[in-house]
């Protein structure tokens, strides 16, 4: 947020040409805004539209833009109302995809803001060849690590457990949250710390009392990028998880959508709309957080 | 502001590097002896529990919905003949090369469950080959009982590795209204279509057909006429198959009776040119009849279809016999399982009659016995009937143990063709050297 | 835990090029130096350990298949030592190079137009404006769809006779309107750059977002003073800060970009031909189609070597930029 000191507003140009100058950026400014609003919610409010079409309807293939014939919740009554031994439990998936994903979030968020502050802030040697593995380990292909993982998570006794997927999904999320906030810490400036030792804190202490609030907008992030990756998932959640108790929204989703040969969009859409929901309000609630203090002049 | 990663000068000294090898070292040691290396140990084929003792055994199975209503009665139904058995259904993805995966995954670790496992009719020679499967031949299955084209996909190799579950064959559906009497050769459908498109424009095209890279289209070509047996795997340069493959060609870019679109569909999409009216002849799986007839508050579902569809053998574009290429699932037997008695009395009881027909009737498998196909089953499913003649016709893929690889290649060779980046003799040339290859190193293998 | 006794300051960081002072013969002095590089050590061992604990099975059980025969339809020859076959048939199979190059430059062109993109949006996104929190959520919510979805969502909306974009080109008389897009070599690989920046770009625009933070607005404050224009700011002085977080935002979208493989087994699966084949794709038949294990690790193990090499290169880059 701009806190235009008086000099600035002096500094800005009055006459109209100037003045007609920046109308037009504005308007261009915010013509940008709504392109990309509408670029990334179109398909979106597509799958809206076809969420709320009956399964005749839907064979029709592309008639308007606009919602058309009877609105019909059946996809949502269909997806919600499934349960027992022959259908997916929909509010159970989202919930398992939330313990899932909120468990993978919190550890990464722990480990990587640990990890990153003492490679920005230490003296340890070997930082290089840390980092190198640390990334090293987010950039095998999903499917060379699927098999194997199977195999010790069998052996194990944890298939078909939360924390098989959790375990799993540090290996993507771990990387690039350590990454992140190792640069995020050390574009922090040092007199900060430096003033918590001063006045008598110790390393660990200034880093929870004085670096953390600083580093939120990085924590969110991390956090968001965590959440978003563990939510996603289908490529092992389809092959550790055995029961549909347990699966998670993704799966639920693939098998509310589908049989031997049909595809059911509308059923898949409106379980997308379902798991979108609370995603977008956690994306709204976490947002402000990832605007920062350090713009505010708070270490001033 | 610190640059980062940074650079602060710090003399380097082997110590760090070597310790953090060293503790690579320990810790890929620790989880090697912890996980095990692969499939040697799991469960081996222990003792046999006899069949007459209290038991669960495992069935991986795919379908929720209907499919999983019916599989769930025929469970209980069965429960109840043998008190002493229990059933517990492991969920496939109904996606299938995830439920291939999934499937894959437990063999190599060795587990001795699932015990009863459902495969798609290609998969029973790749799974005995690897050892996966039991050999079904010493329970002496009556292999008379079903259509002979889908017990040859599960025999591998001089021993019985699957045992046919329900059948599908795709046919051509074609429009009662818009078309007399169903066409008997190609040009036949060519030109009742081109006549159709013409007389009412608001067709959206001629024929609808799967033609994306996926299995799909090597069964739309097998439909068409292309001989792929196992017989033909040496060299599938025929002419038989050069006519298949050049109908594709020329229905979207010579005939123009269908849309270049064909080159991205596959079931569903076909499905919803029918339903909706759009195009006069179509090919697909007998569900789309079931589809085509239903009702939703009295009314039916589909008004431009309904009462209106027919189905019949797709004519063969080289003038030979009609095929209609074979679907379905058989079932099957984990190697390692120890409860492999209760596991065939479970297959025997989903391949009696009274099941298959309840199955037939409440989720529209096909049965795969041929002994269900009386007036038991056609009283409360009349379309059955009118399916048979389809099923007569039933020709599958070849049953070899590197199907998925060949099929690999088809796709390729057909998506090429089909969206007019090769010339079907052109495709067709390159691909028979390679498919003959993949079969002949079975043998040297 | 006692509170320590340091010193009243620490060691500031040293500027560049010069070393760090070191406190030799002093009891105090080695003992601080030692005293952080333990709590370093501490801080960092976590990480590393868990991440260690997990791959190390999976690296070591691909690097062990890679050198030997594992392949499932062969049980005779199975567990044998193949030296470098598998390794071998990567440069003779006419599959693994083609899927590089069609992987190296589907890569360049994405996460160049990702870039872009994302860092226009975050910019827009910096500064405040009215519903500026709702129209972040609305920009992040492609990326919270799952892939396996927006996929086939995106190859729905390219289907030549029912979807949507030919809907749209048509109604509006644009170019290219009719098109089998999926059809075609060219098209395909648009459709597929389409689908892949609608969800990943805010995957860029989230980094180089945090990144745009960490940037004191009073360096703008005296840009402006000084009468700055908005282009020289953004590029004398916006750049430069944003350069490490633009580094890590860069390294793995690039990576993620290289090991692509939902989007394209679900809108093409490598189709038309082997056109649009790509390494993870090929990875994913050695496993499932061929059952050979050993030649989907030694596919897995060029991957990973990929990625250090795109990494490594990545890092110097940034690095050299820094020193000048």
Known sequence: MATATAAARRARPRHGRAVAGRAARRTGFYLLIAIFVIASLFPFYWMVITSLKTPAELNQGTTSLLPGGRLSLGSYRFDLTQTGATGINFGQALANSAIVALSTTAITVVLAVLAGYGLARTRIRGKTTMLGFILLAGFFPVLAIVGPLFLAYRRLGLLDSYPSLIITYLIYTLPIATWFLANFFSQIPHQLEEAAVVDGATRLGALRRVILPVAVPGIFTVAILSFIFAWNDFAFAVSFMDTPDRYTAPLAIVDLGHSQFQVFYNNIDAAVVLITLPVAALVIFAQRRIISGLTAGSFR | ?445 | MAARQEPAVIAPAPARGQQAPRRRGTGRGRSLLARDRALGYALVAPALIVLLAITAYPLVYNLWNSFHNVDYLNPVTMGTFAGLANYDRLFTDNQFVPALVHTIGFTVVSVAVETVIGLALALALNRAFPGRGLVRAAVFIPWAIPTVVSAQLWKAMFDPQNGFVNYILTALHLPLAGTAWLGGTWTAWAAILVADAWRNTPFMAIVLLAGLQVIPNDIYEAARIDGAGAWKTFWRLTMPLLKPALMVALIFRTLQSFLIFDVVYNMTGGGPGNSTSVLSYLDWQAFLTDSDFGYGGAIAVALVIFALIIAAAYVRAFRTEQVS
């Not at chain 2, 033609?211 to 017989?231: C, H, M, N, R």
């Not at chain 2, 109908?247 to 919803?272: G, L, M, N, R």
């Not at chain 2, 074979?326 to 009659?353: E, P, V």
Request: proline share 7%.
């Open chain 2, 1 to 445: 502001m610190s640059t980062w990663p940074d650079r602060t000068g710090t003399p380097r000294r082997g110590v760090p590097r070597t310790r953090i090898a060293a503790a690579v070292a320990v810790a890929a040691a620790a989880a090697l002896t912890v996980a095990g290396c692969g499939s040697s140990g799991g469960s081996s084929s222990g003792k046999q529990v006899p069949a007459s003792a209290k038991q669960t055994i495992v069935f991986a199975t795919q379908g929720l919905g209907s499919e999983g209503t019916a599989t769930q009665a025929a469970v209980r139904a069965f429960e109840k003949a043998n008190p002493k058995i229990t059933v517990s259904i492991l969920n496939l993805s109904p996606v299938s090369d995830v439920a291939l995966q999934q499937l894959t995954q437990r063999f190599i670790s060795g587990s001795s469950t699932p015990d009863v496992i459902t495969t798609d009719v290609t998969w029973p020679a790749t799974f005995a080959r690897s050892g996966w499967l039991l050999n079904l031949g010493k329970f002496h299955p009556d292999t008379s009982a079903f259509f002979p084209a889908q017990m040859a996909t599960g025999e591998y190799s001089g021993g019985v590795y699957g045992i046919p579950w329900f059948i599908n064959a795709e046919g051509l559906y074609y429009r009662t209204d818009l078309v007399k009497t169903p066409p008997t050769t190609v040009s036949q459908l060519v030109s009742d279509a081109r006549a159709a498109m013409k007389r009412d424009p608001s067709l959206k095209e001629g024929l609808a057909f799967e033609a994306d890279k996926y299995e799909g289209a090597v069964t739309a070509w097998q439909s068409f006429g292309a001989q792929i047996g196992l017989p033909y795997l040496s060299n599938i340069n025929t002419a038989a198959n050069k006519a298949a493959l050049t109908f594709i060609y020329d229905a979207v870019h010579t005939y123009k009776i269908s849309p270049p679109a064909v080159s991205t569909w596959e079931e569903s999409q076909v499905q919803s040119a029918w339903l909706a009216g759009q195009t006069p002849f179509a090919l697909n799986w007998p569900y789309i009849f079931q589809l085509s007839q239903s009702t939703s508050n009295g009314k039916p579902a589909y008004p431009a279809v309904y009462n209106k569809t027919g189905w019949v053998p797709f004519p063969n574009a080289s003038g030979g016999s009609p095929q209609a290429s074979l679907g379905g699932d058989d079932l099957a037997i984990n190697a390692k399982s120890t409860h492999q008695a209760a596991a065939w009395k479970f297959i025997q009881f989903l391949t009696s009659d009274q099941t298959q027909i309840a199955r037939a009737v409440s989720a529209g498998d096909p049965p795969s016995v041929k002994s269900a196909y009386t007036s038991a089953l056609y009283s409360k499913a009349p379309y059955f009937k009118q399916e048979q003649a389809v099923f007569a016709a039933a020709t599958p893929r070849p049953v070899t143990p590197v199907y998925t690889q060949i099929s690999s290649e088809l796709q390729t060779m057909l998506s090429s063709v089909v969206t007019g980046q090769a010339t079907p003799s052109a495709a067709l040339s390159s691909t028979a050297p390679t498919v003959a290859q993949l079969q002949a190193t079975l043998h040297s293998g």
